[in-house]
């Protein structure tokens, strides 16, 4: 049974445990990763944020995971080259043997306060144990 699908309800204990496994990463957008369009690469894009729940997920269990899904991905805005992407992850539902991260990408204007959300996406990780069978991913390796 799943421990909530609700963030607002999780345990305390795995409410502290999401809010610090929260992961940022801020990625400089140059030319040689953009389209013909000059913009990110929609694969680029979707790598950095697989990365990015990664790191979430394993900083929230501290098991071995895999990805096992990614569910709707939202290009809401392209990101263009020359400006900086700040990818956002936070676990959203704890389960059994896996883990659900979202995943948000803002895009900002190197030289002025401007900032936009322009990705949205949700990622499913499942633990495995040294077998790559299906695990439990709570409570978290010490």
Same mark, same amino acid.
């Given at each position: 049974m799943p421990l909530s699908q609700d963030p607002q309800v999780f345990p305390e204990e795995v409410a502290l445990r999401i809010e610090? !496994?929260? /992961?940022?990463?801020?990625? /400089?957008?140059?030319? !040689?990763i953009t %389209?013909?369009? %000059? @913009?990110?690469?929609?694969? +680029?894009?979707?790598?950095?944020?697989?990365? @990015? #729940?990664f790191i979430a997920a394993t900083r929230f269990c501290r098991k071995t995971l895999v990805t096992v899904s990614s569910d709707r991905i939202d290009f809401n805005k392209p990101i263009p080259a020359? @400006?900086? #992407? +700040?990818?956002?992850a936070r676990v959203i539902h704890v389960g059994n043997t896996s883990i659900k991260v979202e995943v948000n990408i803002?895009? +900002?204007d190197m030289y002025q306060d401007l900032r936009d959300h322009a990705i949205r996406g949700v990622f499913t990780f499942v633990a495995v144990d040294e077998n790559r069978k299906p695990t439990a991913v709570w409570p978290p390796h010490s």
């Amino acid at each position: 049974m799943p421990l909530s699908q609700d963030p607002q309800v999780f345990p305390e204990e795995v409410a502290l445990r999401i809010e610090q !496994s929260e /992961a940022r990463v801020i990625k /400089a957008v140059f030319p !040689s990763i953009t %389209n013909h369009h %000059n @913009t990110l690469f929609g694969g +680029e894009a979707l790598a950095w944020m697989d990365e @990015t #729940a990664f790191i979430a997920a394993t900083r929230f269990c501290r098991k071995t995971l895999v990805t096992v899904s990614s569910d709707r991905i939202d290009f809401n805005k392209p990101i263009p080259a020359g @400006t900086l #992407a +700040e990818i956002i992850a936070r676990v959203i539902h704890v389960g059994n043997t896996s883990i659900k991260v979202e995943v948000n990408i803002f895009v +900002e204007d190197m030289y002025q306060d401007l900032r936009d959300h322009a990705i949205r996406g949700v990622f499913t990780f499942v633990a495995v144990d040294e077998n790559r069978k299906p695990t439990a991913v709570w409570p978290p390796h010490s």
